[in-house]
């Protein structure tokens, strides 16, 4: 019954950042734009919250399913920007950059919430697989930091059409953008296979997993010392 409560918990999770996350990643990324000069995101109404504006259909599966996915790409006119390049990566950086606040934010809950007794009495409830409303307020809020994390460094590799791509065409010549338009279909072969690896690969040994484990790790730590500190 207790893993089937953390399993019900971790799709919730992951359900509720395909609703509530991914629409602030990607009108993150239309923000950006804006403030940099190009309004077309607004223009077609991507500066939104509303998920259904954002969702992907094999996107969302995939979030569901394995925990990585994606939304609907927003579409950016460069040219628009002051510093071509430039904006471009800082357009695509907005969006992990909106999923490490949303990994935080949960994280900071998380701590907050161990400074109340009833909290720390949670805490130590889930270590013994003991579930009630609090505890798995807990496990919930650590579910959504490790998705976050997750999405987050899945979109930083630098494979079309994920964010990471764009951030690394800021530091290569503009002949790079033609080869890459040249070969988009057998770039569009190694993100599928990447993505089937990441999926197939153990957890334990998925290079994905270990980056996300080190920073699940040092993003407790840097809020853990709130409950160590201040108690109620």
């Known amino acids: 019954m207790n893993l089937d409560i953390q399993t019900f918990l971790k799709y919730f999770a992951r ?16 923000l950006m734009a804006k403030w940099l000069g190009d309004d077309t995101a607004q223009r077609q109404g991507r500066i939104s919250l509303n998920p259904f504006v954002h969702l992907d259909p094999l996107g969302s ?4 399913l394995g925990g990585f996915g994606w939304a609907k790409p927003v579409e950016v006119n460069p040219m628009r920007f002051k510093h071509y390049r430039a904006g471009y990566a800082l357009t695509a950086l907005a969006g992990p950059v909106s999923n490490l606040l949303a990994s935080f934010v949960s994280a900071l809950a998380f701590a907050i919430i161990l400074c109340f007794r009833s ?13 009630d409303t609090m505890s798995c307020l807990l496990l919930l809020l ?6 976050n994390i997750g ?7 630098p494979v079309p059409p994920l964010d990471g791509f764009n951030i690394l065409r800021a530091f290569t010549p503009e002949k790079f953008d033609r080869w890459v338009y040249q070969h988009q279909r057998e770039i569009n072969y190694v993100f599928f296979t990447l993505f089937i690896l990441i999926n197939v690969i153990p957890t334990q040994y998925s290079p994905l997993a270990i980056a996300s484990d080190y920073l699940y790790r040092l993003m407790m730590k840097a809020v853990l010392w709130i409950p160590d500190t201040f108690s109620v």
């Open 151 to 157: 999405l987050a460094l899945f979109n930083l590799i």
């Open 119 to 131: 909290g720390k009495a949670a805490f130590y409830r889930l270590l013994d697989n003991q579930y």
């Open 142 to 147: 650590q579910f959504l930091v490790v998705v």
């Open 15 to 30: 359900i509720a950042t395909l609703l509530l996350v991914l629409p602030l990643h990607e009108s993150a990324h239309g």
């Open 61 to 64: 599966i995939l979030m569901v």
